[in-house]
Each structure stands twice: as C-alpha cells, then as structure tokens.
T-cell receptor, first 112, second 112 residues
Framework: GESVGLHLPTLSVQEGDNSIINCAYSNSASDYFIWYKQESGKGPQFIIDIRSNMDKRQGQRVTVLLNKTVKHLSLQIAATQPGDSAVYFCADFSGGYNKLIFGAGTRLAVHP | DAGVIQSPRHEVTEMGQEVTLRCKPISGHNSLFWYRQTMMRGLELLIYFNNNVPIDDSGMPEDRFSAKMPNASFSTLKIQPSEPRDSAVYFC??????????FGQGTRLTVV
C-alpha cells in the first residue's frame, strides 16, 4: 500500500547514525502504544509496543520511550541502515474502546 | 501461519459496480480491523470486530460500505455502489484483543 505522501514529515539521516522519530497522541486514556513500519507496497509491520505502565522498552536496535505527562512517544533506531527507510507510524489503543488509531506517520530516509 | 491474507491484491472496477474485499485473519486472533489508506487521510479505521461481532463502525464513511464477519476465519468489506473517491488501499489487520495487530498486504482499489 502506498503510504501517506506529499505532506508527511521526513527525517533524513546518514547510514550508521541514530534516528529518533517522534509522535504525539491526544487520548489521555490510551494505555497501549505500537510503532509500525510501512515500506512501499506493503502493509504496516509491527516493530515494538509499550504499555502505559512503562516509560521505556527496548528491542533489537529499537527503543521506544513514553512520556505520559506530555503525551509523547518516540522511537529510536540505533545505527540506522538503508533497509530502515520507510514510513513509521505510531498507533495508540484505548483498551476500553478497543480501537487502534494511527498517527499521520513520518518518512525516514536513510542516505549512504 | 501465513499471516493475514487479503484478496484480491488489486481491483479495478467501474463506478457503480459492487466491490467485495476479503480477509482471512491469523488463526486464533479474535480482533479484526479494516483500515483505508489514502494520501490525504492516512490510515483510517473503518470498522473493527471482536469475536466476530462488529464493535465500532463509526469510521465507515457511508451506507455504501458494509462489513461482515460470518466466522472467525473470514471477513468481507463491501462497497455498493462504488465511486471514484473510494479509490484507496484497504488493509485488514487481526490481533488478540487488539494488541500487536498484524496487517495484510492490502487491496489496492481503483474505481474509474
């Protein structure tokens, strides 16, 4: 699937650098958050999740930070590689409503 | 498991025709979501089901859109009659209670 295009914020990084992608959410009742990666022509792919009772979670080369006070989420990618080029979405989930709602997305462009 | 399977991958139809999109969720998952992705609106949640029951269809744009889930392994999204503005990529996703939703490859719909 083609990702949201013309008006997506874009983060450009050099291969090997660390990337930080930010996301703000509005629902204070959200208790679960997911980061997705979407490559051109594909569906969103699950990267990492975090529950609201945590402020940090680490995966392989990725770290998600959650700041509930300011309703902000970030995804850090260590040693960014060309294969990391994609659109990244945060999604939040309010268990009471069981809805997974996506943000607008950020395009990550990795340059050699 | 083969993941979430959607069919067809591509659909081109004439305005006014009926379109049916199909989804087979991951076995064992009890939540199913239908999303629509466009450049202008990003990823929009259309409807989701828990245990085959539609929970929230507030995202369905018009009465021309309908979705069914007759059993745990199959869901359809139908548009009748279709219009050019329905052109988009339609994604199906499944999860266990809404967590770690996994997406299919999407159906690219073009209405001419």
């Amino acid at each position: 699937g083609e990702s949201v295009g013309l008006h997506l914020p874009t983060l450009s990084v050099q291969e090997g650098d660390n990337s930080i992608i930010n996301c703000a959410y509005s629902n204070s009742a959200s208790d679960y958050f997911i980061w997705y990666k979407q490559e051109s022509g594909k569906g969103p792919q699950f990267i990492i999740d975090i529950r609201s009772n945590m402020d940090k979670r680490q995966g392989q080369r990725v770290t998600v930070l959650l700041n509930k006070t300011v309703k902000h989420l970030s995804l850090q990618i260590a040693a960014t590689q060309p294969g990391d080029s994609a659109v990244y979405f945060c999604a939040d989930f309010s268990g009471g409503y069981n809805k997974l709602i996506f943000g607008a997305g950020t395009r990550l462009a990795v340059h050699p | 498991d083969a993941g979430v399977i959607q069919s067809p991958r591509h659909e081109v139809t004439e305005m006014g025709q009926e379109v049916t999109l199909r989804c087979k969720p991951i076995s064992g998952h009890n939540s199913l979501f239908w999303y629509r992705q466009t450049m202008m609106r990003g990823l929009e949640l259309l409807i989701y089901f828990n245990n085959n029951v539609p929970i929230d269809d507030s995202g369905m744009p018009e009465d021309r859109f309908s979705a069914k889930m007759p059993n745990a392994s199959f869901s359809t999204l139908k548009i009748q009659p279709s219009e050019p503005r329905d052109s988009a990529v339609y994604f199906c996703a499944s999860s266990l209670w809404g967590l770690e939703a996994f997406f299919g490859q999407g159906t690219r719909l073009t209405v001419v």
